[in-house]
T-cell receptor
């Protein structure tokens, strides 16, 4: 099972880097770790996903622990538009992505 | 645009009435997913389709909930005899490949309010 644990909320100053942690100690060896975010009054949007190696894209970086029991989503320079709920998620058995309550990120100008 | 389209965006209904929520996925996406998000909560998985078949119906909360997909495209989520606890935002998503290997694209959701 890819049951995930995330802090309920985090705060960051604008233009500062943000590290959003996620524990997924029961993830299977072949399941990807996915991150989505949900802006107010919108559906979730994909951020990034990875399996074992660290991943980078235009939105963020994903650092995956060597034992794959945890990962960290890194926003290199937080902006006000990055204020959202961030979900770390994975497959649970044969059930598609299971989302918890996520981390609510506040960005302070 | 060519994103996932859901309708209606808002629906207010009386307790006991039936409602239908529609999802139009991105063209060519074979997988389609329904989630529910109650106020202040995370996303609750309901059902997913691969083509027209639903391999996993375990997330449907009760037998009042059903979903179908026809022609490998549009899907309808039906809630019969609605209850107040059914009030939530119902989100649809689609993907090219099964979700655990690729990206899900979500619609804006259908907000259901049961009075």
């Amino acid at each position: 099972d890819a049951k995930t644990t995330q802090p309920n909320s985090m705060e960051s100053n604008e233009e500062e880097p943000v590290h959003l942690p996620c524990n997924h100690s029961t993830i299977s060896g072949t399941d990807y770790i996915h991150w989505y975010r949900q802006l107010p009054s919108q559906g979730p949007e994909y951020v990034i996903h990875g399996l074992t190696s660290n991943v980078n894209n235009r939105m963020a970086s994903l650092a995956i622990a060597e034992d794959r029991k945890s990962s960290t989503l890194i926003l290199h320079r937080a902006t006000l538009r990055d204020a959202a709920v961030y979900y770390c998620t994975g497959r649970v058995g044969n059930t598609p992505l299971v989302f918890g309550k996520g981390t609510r990120l506040s960005v302070i100008a | 645009g060519a994103g996932v389209s859901q309708s209606p965006s808002n629906k207010v209904t009386e307790k006991g009435k039936d409602v239908e929520l529609r999802c139009d996925p991105i063209s060519g996406h074979t997988a389609l997913y329904w989630y529910r998000q109650s106020l202040g909560q995370g996303l609750e998985f309901l059902i997913y389709f691969q083509g027209n078949s639903a391999p996993d119906k375990s997330g449907l909360p009760s037998d009042r909930f059903s979903a179908e997909r026809t022609g490998g495209s549009v899907s309808t989520l039906t809630i019969q005899r609605t209850q107040q606890e059914d009030s939530a935002v119902y989100l649809c998503a689609s993907s090219l490949a099964p979700s655990y290997t690729g990206e899900l694209f979500f619609g804006e959701g259908s907000r259901l309010t049961v009075l």
